[in-house]
Structure formats: C-alpha cells, structure tokens
T-cell receptor, first 110, second 114 residues
Framework: RKEVEQDPGPFNVPEGATVAFNCTYS??????FFWYRQDCRKEPKLLMS???SGNEDGRFTAQLNRASQYISLLIRDSKLSDSATYLC???????????FGTGTQLKVEL | NAGVTQTPKFQVLKTGQSMTLQCAQD?????MYWYRQDPGMGLRLIYY???????DKGEVPNGYNVSRLNKREFSLRLESAAPSQTSVYFC?????????????FGEGSRLTVL
C-alpha cells in the first residue's frame, strides 16, 4: 500500500460547483498534513495546512479523520482559476520526511 | 525575493554523463529536500537534509548523491546518468521544526537523458 494515495481524477466541474477530494495515508503515526496546489509546469505551492479540528480558508475547507486515516479538501463556489493539480502531503511517521500523493487534477469549466 | 533557486533550469545529457544540480535558499531554513516528478508518479523524495551536516535517503535515492555544502546550499549529483533519470527535479526547503510544514520549492530543473 502506498504511504499516501489520491484519486488522480480529472475532476471536471462547472464554475460555481462544490468539489471534494480525499487523500488516504497508511502510517498512523503521521502528524502533519497539508494540501499543496500545482499549476501546469510550475512548482507546488502550499494551499493550506490541515489541523485536527478542521480548518477553513475562504472557499477552502480541510478536514482530518485520524480514525479512518484520511484528509479531505472541499472547494466551494469553484472558479476557473482553481483549475490545477491538488497534492496531498503527509509527514508519514513524523519528523522531517514529507511524502506527496500523486495529485488530483481539477478542471473548472464555464 | 529569491527564495529557493535551482540551476540549471534545463539540461540534456547523454547516458553515462555526470552532472550536478545546484540549489540554494536564502530563508535561513534548516531542512532541504530533493524531489523528482514524473507523470503519474507524483513527487518522490530522493534525498533530504534535516539540518546542516546531515543527509538521509528518501524513497528513490539510487543513482544519486547529495551534498549539504552549508546551510544555504544542497546539491544533487548524478554520477552516471541513465534515461530513467529523465524527470523534473525540484529542490525545496522548510524551517525544519516538526509540524512547521510549508515547503518552499524552486522552479524545477528539467533533465533529459538520451
């Protein structure tokens, strides 16, 4: 089993839609969780950290479910500019080693 | 606003040639990382350095060596390049404290091995 797994998509959604991505992780000792965004042929950039109690940043909401070992990202009122690949990142087992999922591609259409 | 700087941005090598990818950060970060990204594989960790003077293997270290020259610089060397090493390479850094997550990436180095 991979340490971090994501549905690769693509998710094609109309502008204004709500879309959710999940990411599962295998190491129950993982302590830190993040969502990164990567635009085509660009470097990844931090979208948001994921906290135990869940957290929100504008149209984006992140949740952590430790019992089932997954994190989620919810995007409300999708914009064309949200089109990108969303990468789940986990410090599997703690420490400084960060492991990336393969990414979920989102395409927001008119 | 340099952040993380990688050189070169593009490189074409022949099988068996060697080269070094250079990475420098100006944010006084403790930890530095080298990832490679291939289609359908996501980013895979090659090596990382939790702090100056230490390096550790990641998920795919074979065929690579690294040097943490000082706190700012972390280089990746391919001693004898192979076509399987054709990829986009990203250097990244972070402050280094556990749970202080943000990784800052360089713009990537696109390497083709013929």
């Amino acid at each position: 089993r991979k340490e971090v797994e994501q549905d690769p998509g693509p998710f094609n959604v109309p502008e204004g839609a709500t879309v959710a991505f999940n990411c599962t992780y295998s190491n129950s000792a993982s302590q830190s969780f993040f969502w990164y965004r990567q635009d085509c042929r660009k470097e990844p950039k931090l979208l948001m950290s994921v906290y135990s109690s869940g957290n929100e940043d504008g149209r984006f909401t992140a949740q952590l479910n430790r019992a089932s070992q997954y994190i989620s990202l919810l995007i409300r009122d999708s914009k064309l500019s949200d089109s990108a690949t969303y990468l789940c990142v986990v410090n599997a087992g703690g420490g400084n080693k960060l492991t990336f999922g393969t990414g979920t591609q989102l395409k927001v259409e008119l | 606003n340099a952040g993380v700087t990688q050189t070169p941005k593009f490189q074409v090598l022949k099988t068996g040639q060697s080269m070094t990818l250079q990475c420098a950060q100006d944010m006084n970060h403790n930890s530095m990382y080298w990832y490679r990204q291939d289609p359908g594989m996501g980013l895979r960790l090659i090596y990382y350095s939790a702090s100056e003077g230490t390096t550790d293997k990641g998920e795919v270290p074979n065929g690579y060596n690294v040097s943490r020259l000082n706190k700012r610089e972390f280089s990746l060397r391919l001693e004898s390049a192979a076509p399987s090493q054709t990829s986009v390479y990203f250097c990244a850094s972070r402050v280094g404290r556990v749970n202080t997550g943000e990784l800052f990436f360089g713009e990537g180095s696109r390497l083709t091995v013929l």
